[in-house]
């Protein structure tokens, strides 16, 4: 039998729901949902909720951005994560944080992460070259991402601030504990924002199976639509890193999650990989306090311990899969 | 149809491309041949816009190329670059679609020229089917069609028998045959100077990015440019059912 898209979308919300009740029900106050006190109230209104949104949001945001990174860039090995952005974007705000230029909660921090991601973006489509290669594109990546991360450790290295590590972790290891609306109102704006770019370039990322030659001459206006997808990827990207931090490989196993249940084409691709990016944070965040002590782990690790033997798994396989090459 | 007027483009070395000057009417296919370099890709690419020229232009029906839009651009005329790889496994009828992403069709009306597509390149059997399952000759008939399917009044096609045997070259170039007859302006870079003399109504022979002879094909592989363009001889035999060569290369000179 085989499932159509729609049918693995349903799923995909059917599987979040249920994940869902487990992930709203984690936690060391037990909660009686059909008789909130006043305590219980509170827990679940400013915790609980808020944090089981923005896992949503940013599994969506993050699922979102990696699909249309790997259609944009013809690429299946594509991540936010993997190629830098995430890291430029992480690197503006840990500066105008730590210095103090900006508040926490300020309109200004996602436009300077949008900004210091579509940096990186571009950085690594340079030093990439117009071909776009694969290899090529993830070794720019681990070297902005790289540059970023040690121009991070230096800022905060030579900051007089003993708990500058503690807040650079933060940053680099993405962590969901602690989150309130307030983080979920700079997420939601770009989640917006990204997937209605998204949206307008949707028929660019389809034409995309084929070379940008031919794509130059089926009609599209390249660069304009080309410059959208990467700024809804650096806005999607920004709005997450703003609100948890980094969180690697949600935007690459999103969209290999749906290629692995046979939707191939590049739209499926695309939307499905919201729904799986979701399911995938939510999944993770659960495990994250499963396995946690008394101190929470930053899901960021758990995301890297789940992602990068995934990694590993996809890079060994483009060797047998004669269609990637 | 197409017109070419003292076209010029400028390469690294040497230009590309120099003062090619040349029409063509529509309801015909038209082989483009030369040596390695010669200008053929080159041509194609400048006609399709994807090359800006460094003097000269392209017009089609009177128009200036380059002053149409993207989207115009796109229903007047179709590319087939010679090495085309679809990055992801999708289906042949969803690759075919590709070509008619920029056209305001109804849902019915791109169903039916989907499907006429599909009958004419022989691929209705193939159009569920993913194209990792497909062989050479049948992908290849798949790009095909995707660059058929808006009915172009120009379909270019950048060595489109390349890579594939002796039966699927036939085949490709029967069909590009049968899109000439239907009132298409086909332009094809053709290396096999057999099959361009045996399906090709007229040939344009470049030579070091100029343009050395247009016309039908017995005119254009004369000895003498056969020897200028490709340094080589050849014995033609030719009968009802086609035509058939024997290069060689030329005699040493003292």
């Known amino acids: 039998m085989t499932v159509t898209a729609r049918g693995w979308g349903w799923l995909f919300i059917l599987l979040a729901v249920i994940l869902s009740g487990w992930h709203l029900n984690q936690g060391a106050a037990t909660v009686n949902w059909l008789d909130l006190n006043d305590l219980q109230y509170t827990i679940v209104m400013d915790i609980r909720l808020p944090r089981w949104l923005l896992v949503l949001a940013n599994g969506m945001a993050l699922g979102l951005a990696g699909a249309a990174l790997q259609l944009l860039l013809r690429n299946p090995l594509a991540e936010p994560g993997l190629i830098g952005v995430s890291s430029m974007s992480a690197l503006v705000t840990v500066t105008l944080l730590y210095f103090g230029w900006l508040a926490a909660f300020s309109w200004w921090l996602p436009l300077a992460a949008v900004a210091g991601g579509l940096a990186g973006l571009l950085l690594v489509v340079l030093l990439a070259g117009r071909q776009h290669d694969i290899y090529r594109i993830i070794l720019a990546g681990v070297a902005v991402s790289s540059l970023a991360g040690s121009a991070m450790g230096l800022i905060l290295y030579l900051a007089p601030n003993p708990f500058a590590f503690q807040e650079w972790s933060q940053w680099t290891l993405g962590s969901l504990a602690n989150r309130s609306w307030s983080h979920l109102g700079l997420l939601l704006p770009c989640l917006l924002i990204g997937t209605l770019l998204l949206w307008w370039t949707r028929t660019l990322l389809t034409a995309l199976t084929l070379s940008e030659q031919t794509v130059a001459t089926l009609g599209f206006r390249l660069v304009s639509q080309r410059n959208g997808v990467l700024l809804a990827v650096a806005v999607l990207v920004a709005g997450s890193v703003v609100s948890v931090g980094i969180i690697g490989f949600v935007g690459l196993l999103a969209p290999h999650l749906v290629r692995l249940l046979g939707q191939e084409h590049p739209q499926r691709v695309l939307w499905l990989s919201a729904p799986a990016g979701a399911l995938l944070l939510l999944a993770m965040d659960i495990a994250t306090r499963l396995i946690s002590g008394a101190r929470e782990l930053p899901i960021g690790i758990v995301a890297a311990l789940v992602g990068v033997p995934l990694l590993v798994a996809l890079l060994f396989h483009r060797y047998q899969r004669r269609f990637y090459e | ?254």
Request: proline share 5%.
């Open chain 2, 1 to 254: 149809m197409l017109s070419i007027q003292q076209l010029s483009l400028a390469g690294i070395r040497r230009p590309r491309l120099q003062q090619v000057q040349l029409q063509l009417s529509a309801g015909q296919l038209v082989g483009l041949v030369g040596a390695n370099g010669a200008g053929k890709s080159s041509l194609l690419q400048v006609i399709a816009a994807l090359l800006t020229p460094s003097a000269g232009e392209v017009r089609i029906d009177g128009t200036v190329v380059t002053s149409l839009a993207p989207e115009q651009r796109a229903q007047v005329m179709a590319y087939l670059p010679q090495y085309e790889q679809p990055q992801w496994d999708i289906k042949v009828r969803e690759l075919v679609d590709i070509g008619l992403l920029h056209h305001r069709l109804s849902r019915r009306q791109r169903q039916l020229q989907l499907q006429h597509v599909l009958t004419a390149c022989d691929l209705l059997q193939l159009a569920e089917r993913p194209l990792s399952t497909l062989s050479g000759g049948e992908r290849q008939r798949a790009l095909l069609a995707r660059a058929m399917v808006g009915q172009p009044k120009l379909l270019l096609c950048d060595e489109p028998t390349a890579a594939l045997d002796i039966q699927h070259q036939l085949q490709t170039l029967q069909l590009l045959q049968q899109q000439a007859r239907q009132g298409q302006l086909v332009l094809c870079c053709m290396h096999d100077l057999s099959l361009a003399a045996r399906y090709c109504d007229q040939l344009v022979l470049l030579h070091e990015g100029r343009l050395l002879e247009v016309g039908a094909p017995a005119t254009v592989l004369s000895d003498a440019h056969l020897a200028t363009a490709f340094g080589i001889q050849a014995q033609w035999y030719c009968d009802s059912s086609g035509v058939a060569w024997i290069p060689q290369p030329l005699p040493a000179t003292d």
